[in-house]
Structures are given as structure tokens and as C-alpha cells.
């Protein structure tokens, strides 16, 4: 029988869908039993779920421009370390 | 420097270095050949991954701006070295990450993480929580700004050292699979799943406390009996 100290070893392959059915089964007894670990595992499922919220769906435009035009510039004015790396593998310049 | 596929790319048996997609083999083959349609395909399939995972990590807008030039022109400037051992997205991302985090170790002192126990609910000896525990998730959305939590939780990402905000902002965040993580990051799946547990506990930690404060007729109706 599973006990409130044993739930934090299991959520993450509880989360994941990872967990033998078995061990799936007695946590899910537990938790309709205990309010507290409910709660618990309710509030760490929805951290999680907040933290996809944080993610950058956009690069602003101006910034792709900068990061393009400081490739070119390294592409058509390489330094001469990248210079001498090219020579020493044979490699062609840009096409 | 960059590191370079240090790691054997098949952890846990779910990766293997042919898991690369068709058209990324293609783009490597171009850019070791300098086409110049081939960069401009590298970054427009790269430059928001690599700017959101530069942002999180470094927690600072200009940090991550530079992290994404660095990042971009090392990749075209070692893409002849780079051995096809990890995924092309993994190569990228571990260059990303080193260069944040480095940037991130710069700026900021590390810290240590409590334990996992200092973390999680307060257990009484026999093993049985013995505090109250606020369920702010069955609130209606109208009384719990999803937004005001984001914010939050941002903040708290910042709080977090360095090796357990890679973990989080890898797998929580950018959504990376546990086995590209851990190619990215050289490590073993039960050192990530514990490093992202901790981390995850001292977020829901935060965000609990910024609930009780900021809501205490939420945490008075909900609290256990």
C-alpha cells in the first residue's frame, strides 16, 4: 500500500504514462483516498502545464534581420582565424 | 569551445544516431557545401527554438540576443565537424545551451537547490502529509489569472541553478523528448527525471506561496478539513 511519502518517487513516470499499471492503479487509489497528495499532484500537473505557457512562439522581426545581417557580414568578411581554418580543410567560401 | 557529440546519442535504447529527419541530413550535406540557401534554411528552422531556449536560460533579453549569433555562426563555422552522432536539432541546442548557460554562470552566482524533502508537502513520520495543501488547479479560471502564474513562474525559473533551469526549460518548456534532453545535456535519464522532479517541486513551491498570498480567501475555502 502506497503512503503520501512514496508519491513523489512516482510522478514523474506518473506524468509521463510511464508507470506499470499496478503501481498506476494504487496510486490513483491513493489519491482518491487523500486530499492532500490530490492536491499535490493536482498543483504540480498544472506548474508543469503553466511552464508551456512560457515558451517564445515568436522571434521579433527586427531580431531576424540583425541575426541575418551579422551571418552576412561574418560570411562575406570572415576573420582571418576562420580564414586559415578553411585553407587548413580545403573548404570553399560561400556560394 | 563546442562540444561535439560527446555523448552517445542512444540513451535508454529510444535514439539512435539514424533518428535524424531526411531534411536535415540534406541541410548538413549544403552547408558543408557554403550554399547560401542552405544557411538561410538553417535559421529559419532554428532561430526560434534556439532565441526562446537562449531566453529562458539566460533570463535576459540582450544575453539572449547573442547567444543566437554566437549560436548560429559557430554551427556554420564547425558544421564540417559535426559527426551525425546526434541529431542535427540536439548539436544545435547543446551549443545553445553552453553558450547560455555560460553566459547565465557569468552574471550570476550559483546556488544550491534544498532537498527534495525541504521541497515537497511536510510528511510526518508514519510517511502521511501533515499540511494543508491548497488545490489552486479546481478554482474557476475567472478567480486564477493563468497569466499572473506565468509571470510568476518566470521569476522562479530565474531563482533555479543553472543545471536543473537547463533541465526544465529543455523538457517543460521547448517540450524536448527525456532522450534529446539528455543528449543535450550529457545526462543519464534517472539524473534528468531527478533533476527536473527538484526543479519542478521548487516551482509548484513558488507558485503555492504566491497563491496563498496573493489569494488568502482561495486558500481558506480549499484547504483540507
Redesign the interface.
Given at each position: 500500500m502506497l503512503?503520501?511519502?512514496?508519491i513523489?518517487n512516482l510522478?514523474?513516470d506518473y506524468l509521463?504514462g510511464g508507470l506499470e499499471p499496478a503501481v498506476r492503479e494504487q496510486l490513483d487509489e491513493h489519491l482518491a483516498d487523500?486530499?492532500?497528495?490530490?492536491?499535490?499532484v493536482?498543483?504540480?500537473?498544472?506548474?508543469?502545464s503553466?511552464?508551456?505557457?512560457?515558451?517564445?512562439?515568436?522571434?521579433p522581426p527586427e531580431?531576424?534581420s540583425?541575426?541575418?545581417s551579422?551571418?552576412k557580414q561574418?560570411?562575406d568578411h570572415p576573420s582571418i582565424l576562420?580564414r586559415i581554418?578553411r585553407r587548413l580543410?580545403g573548404?570553399?567560401?560561400?556560394? | 569551445m563546442v562540444r561535439i557529440a560527446s555523448q552517445s546519442a542512444i540513451i535508454d535504447g529510444s535514439m539512435s544516431p539514424a533518428d535524424d529527419p531526411p531534411e536535415d541530413v540534406e541541410l548538413v550535406g549544403r552547408l558543408?557545401?557554403?550554399?547560401?540557401r542552405a544557411?538561410?534554411a538553417l535559421?529559419a528552422g532554428y532561430?526560434?527554438r534556439v532565441?526562446?531556449l537562449a531566453?529562458?536560460l539566460t533570463g535576459n533579453r540582450q544575453d539572449a540576443?547573442e547567444v543566437?549569433?554566437d549560436v548560429?555562426?559557430s554551427v556554420?563555422?564547425h558544421i564540417?565537424s559535426f559527426r551525425g552522432e546526434s541529431k542535427l536539432s540536439s548539436w544545435i541546442f547543446r551549443i545553445t545551451t553552453n553558450a547560455a548557460l555560460t553566459k547565465l554562470r557569468r552574471r550570476t552566482r550559483s546556488r544550491e537547490l534544498p532537498l527534495?524533502e525541504a521541497l515537497?508537502?511536510t510528511?510526518s513520520a508514519?510517511?502521511?502529509?501533515a499540511?494543508?495543501?491548497?488545490?489552486?488547479?479546481?478554482l474557476p479560471d475567472e478567480q486564477l489569472e493563468?497569466?499572473d502564474?506565468?509571470g510568476h513562474?518566470?521569476a522562479a525559473?530565474d531563482e533555479l541553478p543553472p543545471e536543473y533551469r537547463a533541465v526544465?526549460v529543455l523538457r517543460?518548456?521547448?517540450?524536448l523528448p527525456?532522450a534529446e534532453a539528455c543528449d543535450v545535456l550529457g545526462l543519464s535519464l534517472p539524473a534528468l527525471?531527478s533533476r527536473?522532479?527538484r526543479a519542478?517541486?521548487f516551482?509548484?513551491k513558488r507558485?503555492?506561496e504566491h497563491v496563498a498570498a496573493r489569494y488568502p480567501e482561495i486558500t481558506a475555502s480549499?484547504e483540507?478539513?
Open positions: 503512503r503520501c511519502r512514496d513523489g510522478l514523474h509521463e487523500c486530499p492532500g497528495c490530490l492536491g499535490f493536482n498543483t504540480y500537473r498544472h506548474t508543469v503553466v511552464a508551456r505557457d512560457l515558451r517564445c512562439e515568436d522571434i531580431l531576424q540583425k541575426l541575418r551579422f551571418i561574418k560570411l576562420t581554418r580543410r573548404s570553399p567560401g560561400p556560394k | 558543408r557545401a557554403r550554399e547560401d544557411v538561410e535559421i532561430e526560434r532565441f526562446s531566453l529562458r540576443e543566437l549569433q548560429f555562426w556554420l563555422e564540417d527534495e515537497g508537502p510528511m508514519e510517511g502521511q502529509i499540511e494543508a495543501v491548497v488545490d489552486w488547479t479546481r493563468r497569466k502564474l506565468a513562474l518566470a525559473i526544465l517543460d518548456i521547448e517540450g527525456a527525471k527536473l522532479h519542478r517541486l516551482l509548484r507558485l503555492a480549499t483540507r478539513p
